[in-house]
């Protein structure tokens, strides 16, 4: 049962990860273009304000439902938005440039939303039935299916950039809601192979049980602490990467096929990484080493882009620092997220994995907006945040002493 689990809940994340891979090159593109018009910023903001109101909404549903339910009904409202997405913007005419430019603003917000609610649910199944000490060490080969997703996905981008000038956005939707609806059939079915009482028995609770427990229980806010910090540095380096991709050229075509080859680079290492490494480091390292390095590698990172920024130099740090998060990072989180308790597992894990890594996001795009107000060089922005890489290592510490004896309950 254990290997036939293994083997869907990868498939499971083939197809949501392939979903989002789809959408991701053009809601970077986004990025770009609202980078050079310093929107960025209040794009984040709308994000992180717009995950606070839907939280709430997520956990009144959790409380009231099974797994099963939550899932139908999540994947579900996002494939409709992708469907209205599409007509509206078949319904643009070419001279609509203003009503073009706040589609993609609005695209590039719901994105950021998108991506989280659908990994950050699919999780909440895998938490949920991998829970003993040796299934949580599969959580790599359950990834593994989630990096050929995203290779398929972002080869699906490169196969449709050129129509991004003619069509837009229309063809990607299309092809991110046929792979998102599939997602639902087969996680449907593996809860029924499962009929666990932690899939199908409504969750129970409050609404606001995500909020409170972030506040009261130290397991949860350490981990809250720890997915801010994590954003917040990822999007230093992601906004020092900006001008130098926007150098690269003035062609939006040209970017995303750039962001798209990115995609086809890192996820195959994140696969063999995957693959043949994440159990054997997490075995023989532990978690503990794990969630501590990772500070050290944007140390790294952040000095490469002040002493050297260069396209080489964001290939590489995207390839370093993601193929580290997807190898070793996230399952090692993942891992801790499975030891919590179950109101938890459902709501406080989504709660983290949605608001806080946005509020992450909104507080390196301050902390970058900040150094341009006070005319610091982007190229040193990175460097004067390398403190909070050490930060960041130390409460990966404190997290591996918070779980350290804490037994796991059903």
Do not use: H
């Amino acid at each position: 049962m254990r290997i036939k689990n293994t083997i869907l809940t990868s498939l499971l994340f083939f197809l949501v990860l392939a979903s989002w891979y789809v959408l991701r090159a053009v809601r970077n593109e986004m990025a770009v273009e609202n980078y050079g018009q310093d929107f960025l910023l209040i794009l984040l903001s709308i994000t992180a304000f717009t995950m606070l109101l839907i939280n709430p909404i997520y956990s009144w549903i959790a409380s009231r439902a099974n797994f099963k339910k939550i899932i139908t009904y999540c994947y579900s409202f996002l494939i409709i938005n992708l469907c209205i997405f599409i007509f509206y913007s078949r319904s643009l005419e070419e001279a609509d440039t203003i009503q073009a430019m706040w589609l993609g603003r609005v695209f590039y917000v719901w994105c950021n939303i998108y991506s989280f609610f659908v990994v950050s649910i699919f999780w909440v199944l895998v938490i949920n039935i991998f829970r003993d000490e040796k299934s949580r060490k599969l959580y790599g080969f359950i990834m593994a299916g989630g990096s050929v997703g995203a290779i398929f996905g972002s080869e699906i981008s490169v196969r449709l950039s050129e129509s991004f000038t003619n069509f837009g956005l229309e063809l990607f939707a299309l092809s991110s809601s046929i792979l998102l609806l599939s997602a639902i059939i087969l996680a449907r079915y593996i809860v029924n192979l499962n009929n666990s009482i932690v899939l199908v028995k409504e969750v129970g609770g409050k609404w606001s049980d995500a909020l409170s427990n972030m506040m009261t229980v130290k397991e949860v806010r350490s981990v809250a602490i720890y997915s801010w910090l994590f954003t917040s540095l990822m999007t230093i380096q992601w906004i020092s990467a900006i001008p130098i991709i926007e150098s690269y050229s003035d062609l939006a075509p040209d970017r995303i096929e750039l962001f798209a080859r990115i995609e086809q680079l890192v996820s195959p290492l994140t696969l063999i990484t995957q693959l043949f490494l994440t159990y054997i480091v997490i075995s023989f390292f532990g978690i503990t080493s794990i969630l501590i390095v990772y500070g050290f590698l944007f140390i790294i990172v952040f000095l490469l882009y002040g002493l050297a920024p260069s396209v080489g130099v964001v290939v590489f740090a995207q390839a370093l620092l993601r193929v580290f998060e997807y190898g070793f990072n996230k399952p090692s989180r993942e891992i801790i997220y499975s030891q919590l308790e179950k109101e938890d597992r459902y709501k406080s894990t989504v709660f983290i994995d949605t608001f806080v890594t946005r509020f992450g996001d909104l507080t390196g795009s301050v902390f970058m907006g900040l150094g341009k107000i006070v005319a610091i060089s982007m190229s040193l922005m990175p460097m004067i945040a390398i403190p909070f890489a050490g930060l960041f290592s130390f409460t990966g510490y404190k997290i591996s002493k918070n779980f350290k004896n804490k037994t796991i309950d059903p």
